[in-house]
């Protein structure tokens, strides 16, 4: 016999011996797990994000069972890679409504996000988006909600502080050619002009791009007063770092994807002055994000690659939970189309990580923008637009 089944052999007799004395209805709940999918990148350009974000769900997880569970069910989570790209994640997610039959996932990346949603709404399984930011993914169908704020939210207060508060009046926008950085590009450059400032340069790069010099003359020419970038943490460090050989010294800005002690390290003195978003509290804030942190430094010897987007998924289970727990509740059985009851029933839900969450009618939620800056290579507290 096999070791693996053997260990197996083992583990059930443990728990017929243990359990000898349940009753029928207790022996049953015993064996009965409550799923949900997790569609995320594990492989490919964008793994090192998506890694730390499935290690903060996979401990949510195994935090919600060592208290019980939910209501004495275990939560199981059903991991798959979706390698940040389109096709890959309808296959993951196929799997996910189609052989593992969840009624409910999560997933990211707002191309994965925007390509699945269709098996999400034909299959009638709820479908949560917990860290894309592109604007339409509000508008993707019945079964899709975000439980992160979309880039109106974040780059919208970006805009505004840059104007008004910074007093810049005239800005360049670099943005990589796919969903998140047109949609977030158009949105800072709609804001930061309905404001009163003037965007001089407007200049898109290919995804796959690692030389900028030809859109970055051409913002050295328009001479702006601020540069912001609408792309990713893997492009990020490379755009700067020529933007600074090519002399351009002015501030640089961005959104929560910047947000990353990977861009300081790549970049070093470089990064001075970059301002990111962030759309969840820090330790300041809620304590548990200090805990959190010290966690990630104890058990992995660093800080997690994009903590917000990490607080985001580790409150994504918990969420999850609820939906069980309301489901349950109410004794209906626990299909997608019940749990997306529960989560327009309830709406309102208090997360240990990103605190209070109101899921709006329009598919949408709202949150606290905080800027932080980077100050002698550390990202420090610059203001909080609410």
Known sequence: MKPSKRRNLLALSALVISGAALSPAAWAQAKETLKFGLAMPLSGSQALYGADQVKAAQWAVADINAKGGVNGKQLEMILLDTQADPQVGINAVKRLTSVDKVPVFITAWSAVVKAVAPIANRDKVLELSVGANSPDIAKLGDYVYTTFPLADVDVSGLAKYTHTTLGKKTAAVMYINNDSGVEGAAIYKSVFEKAGG????????????????????????????????????????????????????????????????????????????????????????????GAFVKRWTDTEKRVPNGLPYTQYLYDGPYLVAELYKWVEKNKLPATGENMRKALVTVKNFDLPMTGALQVGEDHRVSKPVYLLTVDKGQFVPLATIK
């Open 198 to 289: 003037k965007v001089v340069a407007y200049e898109a790069y290919d995804p796959k791009a690692t030389e900028f010099t030809g859109a970055l003359l051409k913002v050295r020419v328009a001479n702006p007063e601020i540069i912001h970038i609408q792309g990713l943490v893997s492009d990020l460090p490379q755009v700067i770092a020529q933007m600074r050989q090519l002399g351009l010294q002015q501030r640089v800005s961005t959104y929560a994807a910047g947000y990353n002690p990977k861009v300081i390290e790549q970049l070093g003195a470089a990064a001075e002055g970059l301002i990111v978003t962030s759309l969840a509290p820090g330790a300041s804030d809620n304590a548990n994000v």
